[in-house]
Nanobody, 125 residues
Framework: QLQLVESGGGLVQPGGSLRLSCAAS????????IAWFRQAPGKEREGVTS????????DSADSVKGRFTISRDNAKNTVYLQMNSLKPEDTAVYYC??????????????????WGQGTQVTVSS
């Protein structure tokens, strides 16, 4: 059974850091482009960042550029999201999603085939 499982969320103070992980089971993650999305209460799901199958291509939303970094270790079947300089507005449930190919419109949730269950990130003092 194909599954994505996020972990690493939690409560952090403004300016702090967290690293999220997205682990795959039931399939080879290296065959899929992966994206991170987030959804805050009352808001639409927002594309945060994405990475191609090899890791050679990445892209991020303007709101997180310079603060968040996506990476992958295909040998471990895992994608990571390093989040630095966190702000209260980064508070949301964070999801990883998979699709077969990397596309310029990576920020559209509808194009993804598989989703994790989400992990809560709360940035607050």
């Amino acid at each position: 059974q194909l599954q994505l499982v996020e972990s690493g969320g939690g409560l952090v103070q403004p300016g702090g850091s967290l690293r999220l992980s997205c682990a795959a089971s039931g399939f080879t993650m290296g065959n899929y482009a992966i994206a991170w999305f987030r959804q805050a209460p009352g808001k639409e799901r927002e594309g945060v960042t994405s990475i191609s199958r090899s890791g050679a291509s990445t892209d991020s939303a303007d709101s997180v550029k310079g603060r968040f970094t996506i990476s992958r270790d295909n040998a471990k079947n895992t994608v990571y999201l390093q989040m630095n300089s966190l702000k209260p507005e980064d508070t949301a449930v964070y999801y990883c999603a998979a699709r077969s190919t990397y596309v310029n419109s990576w920020w559209r949730p509808i194009i993804y085939d598989y989703w994790g269950q989400g992990t809560q990130v709360t940035v607050s003092s």
